[in-house]
């Protein structure tokens, strides 16, 4: 499944930076069953705070996440994929939905600098294996080789900053 989703995922993507990245969580929260949230969340090294991009899924209540704060604001401190198998389980946890049982988020990086990241929740637990991760992980390198510096905080949220 991963290798014809990764196959498909250049056919989205165009100069029109949001709509491919809203596309791209859209095809991966239909076609991946266990996906059932997927969003993207850009840094904001300035302020030290992420701000959530397109997305997937439930409306969240967590449009800005502050560093440190939640697996989202833990991965914006330790710049490595985290893998939740079971949020109730985590100290560190926001919920999102009372449904979320998992969650995966990979970093996104842009040479090396740390500009975004994918958040991905399930309603199973367990749900994520390392060819989820591996990927994830893929579709990252291949956004961050497509849009490159278009990814950063300043691009992305031209008035926010």
């Keep these: 499944m991963e290798t014809t989703l990764l196959k498909t995922i250049p056919s ?5 930076i949001h709509e491919s990245l809203g596309e791209i969580c859209g095809l991966l929260q239909q076609k991946v069953p266990h996906y059932t949230w997927v969003g993207f969340y ?4 300035r302020k030290k705070q992420l ?7 439930k409306p969240t209540d967590h449009n800005i996440i502050p560093f440190g704060k939640g697996i989202c604001g833990q991965v914006a401190v330790s710049g490595e994929t985290y893998l939740a198998e079971n949020v109730e389980e985590e100290d560190n946890y926001i919920a999102c939905s009372v449904d979320v049982r998992s969650e995966i988020v ?7 600098g740390l500009v975004a990241q994918l958040d991905i929740d399930s309603d199973q ?3 994520f294996t390392e060819a989820d991760e591996k990927f994830l992980k893929e579709v990252c390198s291949l ?8 990814l950063e905080f300043e691009n992305f949220f031209p008035s926010d900053h």
């Design 42 to 45: 850009f840094m904001n090294h």
């Design 106 to 112: 990979v970093p996104l990086y842009v040479g090396d």
């Design 125 to 127: 637990v367990n749900a």
């Design 143 to 150: 956004l961050a080789r497509t849009y490159g510096s278009q």
């Design 51 to 57: 701000h959530l991009g397109p997305y997937s899924g």
């Design 12 to 16: 989205l993507l165009s100069e029109t």
